[in-house]
Nanobody, 123 residues
Framework: VPLQACGGGLVQAGGSLRISCAASGSSFSTYAKGWFRQAPGKEREFVAT????????YYADSVKGRFTISRDNAKNTMYLQMNSLKPEDTARYYC?????????????????WGQGTQVTVSS
């Protein structure tokens, strides 16, 4: 399913940014979705995930308390609100969709991936 991530950009440390991911195909509107990121020279890592209903969320320890994942199933769109950004948050952020409704943190659990959006945090 095509996933379009957008909203990335350049922000100063301590600032905020909201990225979004729109999916086409209404049949995927209630599937679990997740955000992952990959910094240059590093492996892709889990950031946050949300269940199909939006009632369950999980976060990586590195972003807990700073990032908030949410979704609007009517718009088939997922969001990641990022506050108190740090230079180490600089990465390409990818959205992904599972084939089921319950959330998961492993990237192998996701079958559909977007092209990513770049987030750069300057010090």
């Amino acid at each position: 399913v095509p996933l379009q991530a957008c909203g990335g950009g350049l922000v100063q440390a301590g600032g905020s940014l909201r990225i979004s991911c729109a999916a086409s195909g209404s049949s995927f509107s209630t599937y679990a979705k997740g955000w992952f990121r990959q910094a240059p020279g590093k492996e892709r890592e889990f950031v946050a995930t949300i269940s199909g209903s939006g009632g369950t969320t999980y976060y990586a320890d590195s972003v807990k308390g700073r990032f908030t994942i949410s979704r609007d199933n009517a718009k088939n769109t997922m969001y990641l609100q990022m506050n108190s950004l740090k230079p180490e948050d600089t990465a390409r952020y990818y959205c992904a969709v599972r084939g089921v409704a319950w959330a998961a943190v492993g990237e192998n659990e996701y079958g559909y991936w977007g092209q990513g959006t770049q987030v750069t945090v300057s010090s």
